[in-house]
């Protein structure tokens, strides 16, 4: 909720600038400076919220994960690039035309930028919440004990219900562990076709569909049922013992 306002003031700056250049109006270059200087400091207060998404929603390795590499390069090119202007201009003195090349060129990246970052929220739904019914609380656990004879313990054998999931970081690998109407599961969060986290996914009937084109697999052998995934995704072994959940990564 953060986003329209360095864009509403840095793109308004720029438009108002070439405005009052064109019109001669020198006493519109106040607005346009303090409209640059407010969008310079709201674009730092949004990068907060961009750059922890960037590191913990986006899945590595996916066509999001390049995508939120251009839309974070973008932004921070306007960033640098209007902070040029703001340095660059003494008062109210009539623009450079280097000035006005630049914030017209910051401008149209700026709505480039916007352009991908509408697409990672709408098509890769990075920081949307789309469990479904009865899905009950989505899980994610970073800190593991170390292997042990049975393999490794991922929680208590009644944390999940049928059809849940939990998303687990093993080391630099993303497992799902997921209770299907037959059992456990577990498989890699990764859907094999742009790399969607099948973990955001729905889990029904031992299948699990992509959120991102809608890819499904199946949980018990990993091969695809619908496409346009044409790659099966690695399953893994996980067995209930001693009322825990144990388990046992694939090669």
Same mark, same amino acid.
């Given at each position: ?82 902070? #040029? ?12 035309? &280097? ?18 970052? +509408? ?46 999931? #939990? ?10 562990? +997921? /209770? ?5 599961? #577990? ?56 009322? /825990?959940? &144990?388990? /046992?990564?694939?090669?």
């Amino acid at each position: 909720m953060l986003i329209p306002f360095p864009f509403a003031y840095l793109f308004g700056s720029a438009c108002i600038d070439v405005a009052a250049y064109a019109a001669d109006r020198r006493q519109w270059y106040p607005t346009a400076r303090h409209m640059r200087n407010i969008g310079i400091g709201a674009a730092l207060v949004s990068a907060i919220p961009g750059i922890i998404d960037y590191f913990l929603a986006v899945p590595p390795d996916s066509s999001a994960s390049e995508r939120a590499t251009y839309h974070g390069a973008a932004n921070l090119t306007v960033v640098a690039a209007m902070s #040029a202007v703001a340095a660059s201009r003494r008062g109210d003195e009539r623009p450079r035309p &280097w000035e006005l090349a630049m914030q017209a060129g910051a401008a149209g990246l700026l709505a480039f930028a916007g352009y991908l970052g +509408g697409t990672l929220v709408y098509r890769n739904q990075i920081g949307v919440d789309h469990r479904y019914a009865d899905a009950g609380k989505w899980r994610e656990k970073t800190e593991l004990p170390p292997s042990g004879s049975l393999g490794i313990d991922v929680g208590a054998a009644d944390e999940l219900a049928v059809n849940q999931m #939990a998303l687990l970081h093993i080391n630099d690998r993303r497992v799902v562990l +997921g /209770r299907t109407e037959d059992g456990l599961v #577990a498989f890699d969060d990764r859907c094999t076709h742009k790399g969607g986290p099948l973990s955001d996914g729905v889990l029904a009937c031992s299948t699990v569909q992509c959120p991102w084109h809608g890819s499904q697999f199946s949980v018990r052998t990993g091969n695809v049922e619908h496409g346009p995934a044409a790659d099966p995704i690695a399953v893994h072994s996980v067995v209930e013992s001693q009322g /825990r959940i &144990w388990l /046992r990564l694939a090669d």
